[in-house]
């Protein structure tokens, strides 16, 4: 158990549709990392925040958005969703950021079909 | 513009043989490098790591090989187990981005 806690496991929504995929932490972790896993894409990073601010972009369509709360817990925002946005998206925490000679710790994903 | 490759999808070895997978990197400024290990239905986690000031690092049965006039970079696996079958990420790190290869499958059969 990595101690990253991604919420739901699976989803499945129509196109055109949003969805919220929510992130917690590792307890002590300031940072968030988003990445989208597709068929033979391997790990694309989407976005990063640090305790609270945005702290790099990645490859993020407009149609996504991300954000994390006080408590540090992280959500990313799906909308007009299409076919090609099913994938696993997986989210990962470490202390600070800027030192990714630090492992990674990530959550099992989120699984997103969208039909 | 895939930064990150590696161009094999899949391995398979005999346990107690030694594995090899391979990745490329396009991009000089990448200061640290990392492989990940995936199986199925979890995230990934982490196995070995490198700074670009090196040219080996070693782990137990895992060594790290950097390259950086090739920009290449490889893990040996040295014995295999059927338990290190999952998927192999290579990453490298680029300020506060952490790029991933497309991941290599590692079968080792008995």
């Known amino acids: 158990d990595s101690g990253v806690t991604q919420t739901p496991k699976h989803l499945i929504t129509a196109t055109g549709q949003r969805v919220t995929l929510r992130c917690s932490p590792r307890s002590g972790d300031l940072s968030v990392y988003w990445y989208q896993q597709s068929l033979d894409q391997g790990l694309q990073f989407l976005i990063q925040?640090?305790?609270?601010?945005?702290?790099a972009k990645g490859n993020i369509l407009e149609r996504f958005s991300a954000q994390q709360f006080p408590d540090l817990h992280s959500e990313l925002n799906l909308s007009s969703l299409e076919l090609g946005d099913s994938a696993l998206y997986f989210c990962?925490?470490?202390?600070?950021?800027?030192?990714?000679?630090?492992?990674?710790?990530f959550g099992s994903g989120t699984q997103l079909s969208v039909l | 513009d895939q930064q990150v490759k590696q161009n094999s999808p899949s391995l398979s070895v005999q346990e107690g043989r030694i594995s090899i997978l391979n990745c490329d990197y396009t991009n000089s400024m990448f200061d640290y490098f990392l492989w990940y290990k995936k199986y199925p239905a979890e995230g990934p986690t982490f196995l070995i790591s490198i700074s670009s000031i090196k040219d080996k690092n070693e782990d137990g049965r895992f060594t790290v090989f950097l390259n950086k006039s090739a920009k290449h970079l490889s893990l040996h696996i040295v014995p295999s187990q059927p338990g290190d079958s999952a998927v192999y990420f290579c990453a490298a790190s680029e300020t506060d981005k952490l790029i991933f290869g497309t991941g290599t499958r590692l079968q080792v059969f008995p």
């Open positions: 925040y640090y305790n609270g601010e945005e702290r």
């Open positions: 990962a925490s470490s202390v600070r950021p800027g030192q990714l000679n630090e492992k990674l710790f």
